[in-house]
């Protein structure tokens, strides 16, 4: 039996909204830059987009937690979308860190690095070889392991908890 049309499309929507926030992280440009007042610019943006995809997560955790009708792909897809939303910006604000205060991270030179860095964060994984030497990067990185842990541990559980719940066809 194969899904409706509506759910590949919603699939593929999902891929390439993953792929072009990828993408976007790659080639954004990125310059060392010491300025404070650009700094902070870059601060409060990090903020604001860290703030929206957690409200974006906690609005579906809500909607699962109100026993309202959801629909279990797009909720899934949509958590998906805000996890690599969150890594790349996460990965961007340490490629930032690493640029403007050198010696903040060790073994992160690079925007794969600091991907790398960003997913291994996220994942509670942490190989220890790239780690935050640096007491800004140590707070960064531990709103990071915040964000893992309050925003997607909660979001993915509740969509696991939906998935376990439905009736079995």
Do not use: H
């Not at 990090?46 to 699962?64: D, P, S």
């Not at 604000?93 to 690493?98: E, K, Q, W």
């Not at 030179?109 to 509670?124: E, G, H, K, Q």
């Amino acid at each position: 039996m194969s899904p409706e049309p509506g759910y590949r499309r919603e699939r593929w929507y999902a891929l390439l909204t993953c792929l072009l926030v990828v993408l976007a992280y790659f080639v954004v440009p990125l310059r060392p830059d010491v300025s404070t007042p650009r700094l902070v610019l870059r601060g409060l943006a990090t903020t604001a987009a860290v703030v929206v995809i957690a409200m974006l997560v906690f609005r579906q955790v809500r909607r699962q937690v109100s026993g309202a009708p959801t629909n279990a792909l797009q909720d899934l897809l949509r958590l998906t979308v805000a996890l690599v939303g969150g890594l790349v910006i996460f990965a961007l604000a340490d490629y930032v860190i690493v640029l403007s205060a050198p010696g903040q991270f060790v073994g992160l030179r690079t925007r794969v690095d600091a991907l790398y860095f960003a997913v291994s964060t996220i994942t509670t994984i942490g190989y220890g070889d790239v780690y935050a030497r640096g007491q800004f990067a140590r707070v960064f990185v531990m709103i990071q392991m915040l964000f893992s842990v309050g925003v997607v541990a909660t979001g993915a559980s509740i969509l696991v908890k939906q998935f376990a719940s439905r009736p079995r066809k």
